[in-house]
């Protein structure tokens, strides 16, 4: 059964730090992209951040740029997002995704990646 699992949420005080985990089963991430997507309350997702597993390449929405870092460790077939000095409007419901195509760039279109988690909760309070 093809599962994505993030974890690592939380609520965390402004300036503060959470590593999210996305978890692959069912699948090797090596030839996919992974992608990070947040979404607040009454607000569209968006995309925050993503890599791309064959050759490392990564992207940062420029809302995040210089404070989140994409990672991954292909041994656990798991990416990471190490999410440093965070604001109040990082507060949100996190997702991964994946796109077999390997490339990285996000879009907004949701039926373009083929496999979504469930989301984990970040809540940053001022």
């Known amino acids: 059964q093809v599962q994505l699992v993030e974890s690592g949420g939380g609520l965390v005080q402004a300036g503060g730090s959470l590593r999210l985990s996305c978890a692959a089963s069912?699948?090797?991430?090596?030839?996919?992209?992974i992608h990070w997507f947040r979404q607040a309350p009454g607000k569209e997702r968006e995309g925050v951040s993503c890599?791309?597993?064959?050759?490392?390449?990564?992207y940062y929405a420029d809302s995040v740029k210089g404070r989140f870092h994409i990672s991954s460790d292909n041994a656990k077939n798991t990416v990471y997002l190490q999410m440093n000095s965070l604001k109040p409007e990082d507060t949100g419901v996190y997702y991964c995704?994946?796109?077999?195509?390997?490339?990285?760039?996000?879009?907004?279109?949701?039926?373009?990646?083929?496999?979504w988690g469930q989301g984990t909760q970040v809540t940053v309070s001022s």
């Open positions: 995704a994946a796109d077999s195509s390997g490339v990285p760039v996000m879009t907004d279109d949701t039926t373009w990646y083929d496999y």
């Open positions: 069912g699948f090797t991430m090596d030839s996919y992209s």
């Open positions: 890599i791309s597993l064959r050759d490392g390449t990564t």
